[in-house]
């Protein structure tokens, strides 16, 4: 079966603290993105990876960064987390060509406060 | 020019009804057109999908109606269940795989 995994179903962090969220995928797939859900605006992209090592910004990237150091890993990096970062946080995957479908983890609720 | 606006908010229908959704969209690179479904607790799950070279596409109780020229496409439920109530994203894509959602449709279907 696969599998998008996300590390924390919840996670509670105070402001300015530095987080971390991390997403792994079993499928080999090149793309990989971060979505921040919240009610009322949908699935808003904030990075994406088409490779190792490449990155892209979303239509939300600002006080986020990402890592992808290998295929199947792409973290979410909160450099000073604040409250209007309170979120739900979902990871997906797909391959690169074909325009296919994209899987999503089951999703971070990260509260700071 | 990225945006996909989604229609309505919010659904109420009765089991056995029919659920429409609409989604409209302006970039015309847009090459592929899914619906994702979210149960609580979830993170959404391709539905059904579709290439603005078809204009109909059905799966059991789910069809997508494309129309290029209008630049919409919607999601039609027949006969829709109690087990149906989850909130549906219409999305669109560009030709590397970056998917941009509309802002969700909370679906609840009444017994």
């Known amino acids: 079966d696969v599998k998008v995994t996300q590390s924390s179903r919840y996670l509670v962090k105070r402001t300015g603290e530095k987080v971390f969220l991390e997403c792994v995928q079993d499928?080999?797939?090149?793309?990989m993105f971060w979505y921040r859900q919240d009610p009322g605006l949908g699935l808003r992209l904030i990075y994406f990876s088409y490779d190792v090592k490449m990155k892209e910004k979303g239509d939300i990237p600002e006080g986020y960064s990402v890592s992808r150091e290998k295929k199947e890993r792409f973290s979410l990096i909160l450099e000073s987390a604040s409250t209007n970062q309170t979120s739900m946080y979902l990871c997906a995957s797909s391959r690169r060509q074909g325009r296919g479908e994209a899987f999503f983890g089951q999703g971070t609720r990260l509260t700071v406060v | 020019q990225q945006q996909v606006k989604q229609s309505p908010q919010s659904l109420i229908v009765q089991k056995g009804g029919i659920s429409i959704i609409n989604c409209a969209y302006e970039n015309t690179a847009f090459d592929y057109f899914p619906w994702y479904q979210q149960f609580p607790g979830k993170g959404p799950a391709l539905l059904i999908a579709?290439?603005?070279?078809?204009s109909e596409k059905k799966e059991g109780r789910f069809t997508i109606s494309f129309n290029k020229s209008a630049k919409q496409f919607s999601l039609h439920i027949m006969d829709s269940q109690p087990g149906d109530s989850a909130t549906y994203f219409c999305?669109?894509?560009?030709?590397?795989?970056?998917?941009?959602f509309g802002k969700g449709t909370k679906l609840s279907v009444k017994p």
């Open positions: 999305a669109a894509s560009l030709s590397q795989g970056n998917l941009i």
């Open positions: 499928m080999d797939h090149e793309n």
């Open positions: 579709i290439r603005p070279d078809v």
